[in-house]
Structures are given as structure tokens and as C-alpha cells.
């Protein structure tokens, strides 16, 4: 069992940046992969970033990609999500998933996402 905590969001103007961190407990994170997602209101669940169990395997969505970074810390049981050049349309409620992968080198793939944090609020403003 995992128990994630996302932190770190807030509200933010248009270019600005911002670190979501996720804390997970138990002692084999290392052995999970991790993704992030968003949902904006009245709008599906949006992959944004996904990465491998040991952290050297990346991937990201189409949004996402040239402007946020995702990051894990198998040593302090964390995962982050680095995001800038924000934009109003990154408005969302982010959340923190894990789970178990294929293989240490393979990025957590949506269906594969078990344990999910209660979301942290991130707002963009124009």
C-alpha cells in the first residue's frame, strides 16, 4: 500500500512557475512508478507526466512537454512535478498516482496507476 500527498500548488500569473511535490509513505516507493495527471472543470482526466520506478525514464503529454519536468526521489519517498512557462490552461487540479510498472525502466502508464494523492489546486491567472 502507498499513501501519496500532493503539495505545493497555489495560484500563479500567466509565465510564472510552479514545484508540486508528492509525498508517499511506506518503504518501497523505489519500486513504484509515478505519473501526474490534471482535470480541469467539466473536462476529462488529462495525462501530463509520467516516470520510471528508478527515476531515469521520462515521459510527458503533449502540454507538458518543453515545460514541465517530472522528478522522483526514491531516497526521501518523493516525487515532484517542476512546471513553467504557465499558462491559464494549466488550470487544473493536479494529482499524484503510483504504481507498480512492467520494469524499473518503464514509465508509469495511466492503467497501471493503483494509488492516487487527494490533488492539489493549481490556478494560472491571465
Known amino acids: 500500500q502507498v499513501q501519496l500527498v500532493e503539495s505545493g500548488g497555489g495560484l500563479v500569473q500567466a509565465g510564472g512557475s510552479l514545484s508540486l511535490s508528492c509525498a508517499a509513505s511506506g518503504r518501497t516507493f523505489s519500486s513504484y512508478g509515478v505519473a501526474w495527471f490534471r482535470q480541469a472543470p467539466g473536462k476529462e482526466r488529462e495525462f501530463v507526466a509520467a516516470i520510471s520506478p528508478n527515476g531515469g525514464i521520462r515521459r510527458y503529454g503533449d502540454s507538458a512537454k518543453g515545460r514541465f519536468t517530472i522528478s522522483k526521489d526514491n531516497a526521501m519517498n518523493l516525487g515532484h512535478l517542476q512546471m513553467n512557462s504557465l499558462k491559464p490552461e494549466d488550470t487544473a487540479v493536479y494529482y499524484c498516482?503510483?504504481?507498480?510498472?512492467?520494469?524499473?525502466?518503464?514509465?508509469?502508464?495511466?492503467?497501471?496507476?493503483?494509488?492516487w494523492g487527494q490533488g492539489t489546486q493549481v490556478t494560472v491567472s491571465s
Open positions: 498516482a503510483a504504481g507498480r510498472t512492467d520494469s524499473v525502466y518503464d514509465p508509469l502508464r495511466p492503467h497501471e496507476a493503483n494509488y
